[in-house]
């Protein structure tokens, strides 16, 4: 994209009339979405495996190798020992420490203490466990 299509924003001069047709689908489609939900007994079920692909890909960055079939296999029946049981787990500690702060969210605010909460259940029972887990570095 050349330089001159580039726009910093906030965009002012934006025509928001061009927008209303896909503004007003796009309502009706959450508004759908929500109605499906409020009929499923546990709606977070549907949302468990983007939480768990999530995690795969976001374990990534820091160099962990594990598919989301394993994580799952994992999950359903936790071998003591597996070539990456390891990577596996630091999967499975990504997702659950997601779903902790995200559900401290709803009664605490984004704070230290919930950062450093969710950093120590990041290192459980995998490499750099034996950092200071839940401590910010000094240094």
């Not at 296999?73 to 020992?81: L, N, V, W, Y």
């Amino acid at each position: 994209m050349s330089e001159e299509h580039i726009q910093k924003l906030p965009i002012r001069d934006l025509d928001w009339g061009e927008f209303v047709t896909l503004i007003g689908r796009a309502n009706a489609e959450i508004a759908r979405y929500d109605g499906i939900l409020q009929t499923i007994p546990n709606p977070a079920i549907l949302l468990s495996p983007l939480l768990r692909q999530e995690a795969v890909l976001s374990s990534r960055i820091e160099g962990t190798q594990a598919t989301l079939k394993e994580v799952m296999q994992f999950e359903a029946t936790p071998e003591p020992r597996t070539s990456k049981r390891d990577d596996i787990r630091e999967v499975v500690n990504y997702r659950i420490a997601l779903e902790t702060g995200a559900g401290k969210l709803d009664d605490l605010p984004l704070s230290l203490r919930l950062i450093r909460d969710i950093h120590e259940i990041l290192l459980r029972d995998v490499r750099g466990r034996s950092s200071n887990r839940g401590v910010f570095r000094k240094i």
